[in-house]
């Protein structure tokens, strides 16, 4: 595995960790280098700011970005970063029922996108992310065409218990 992170990991919370860890599970089993901050739009503006701005000059190619309620860290860091953003929305304890996570992340103004995720759907932005690094990266790609490939054969498996 690379040194170099080629994924940020951010959340607003360490209690987005439940949720999110999911997210780099996923990308540690598939020897892909990440990092992972606590970074929120409302409690640490000004580290928000500084981490959109400079993800990119610091190798990071893909950014995923979780939190829960008013969640606003996906779309302040796509605000400011030229990567592409992931947006994990988080049923976390100041969440009404998680629409208001959906809603906060998903509904992003025209000119600035937020890839958004379902609701606590950490693992599927690591595959995500290994899928856009795997444009640009043949071996990744490959990786991205072998999960596919073992989660066809899984169901397979599986329907064979029902004969079918
Ligand atoms: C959000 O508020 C965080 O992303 C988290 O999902 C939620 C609750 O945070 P804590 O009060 O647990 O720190 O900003």
Redesign the pocket.
């Known amino acids: 595995m690379s040194s170099t992170p080629l994924v940020g990991i951010i959340?607003?919370?360490?209690?987005?960790w439940v949720v999110m860890k999911a997210a780099a599970e996923f990308l540690k089993e598939q020897n892909i280098a990440y990092e992972a901050s606590i970074i929120?739009?409302?409690?640490t503006p000004h580290r928000a700011l500084e981490y959109a701005t400079t993800a990119h000059t610091r190798g990071l190619k893909v950014i995923i970005a979780?939190?829960?309620?008013?969640?606003?860290?996906a779309g302040v860091i796509a605000s400011l970063s030229p990567l592409p953003i992931i947006g994990v929305p988080?049923k976390?304890?100041?969440?009404i029922d998680g629409w208001d996570?959906i809603l906060s992340i998903l509904q992003m103004p025209s000119g600035i996108p937020v890839a958004t995720v379902a609701l606590n759907g950490a693992k599927n932005a690591g595959i995500l992310a290994m899928q856009i690094l795997g444009t640009a990266d043949a071996s990744l790609q490959q990786k991205v065409l072998d999960y596919k490939a073992k989660l066809a054969e899984e169901v397979i498996e599986k329907g064979k218990t029902f004969g079918g």
């Open positions: 959340m607003g919370s360490d209690s987005d929120s739009a409302h409690r979780g939190a829960g309620g008013a969640a606003h860290l988080v976390s304890s100041n969440s996570s």
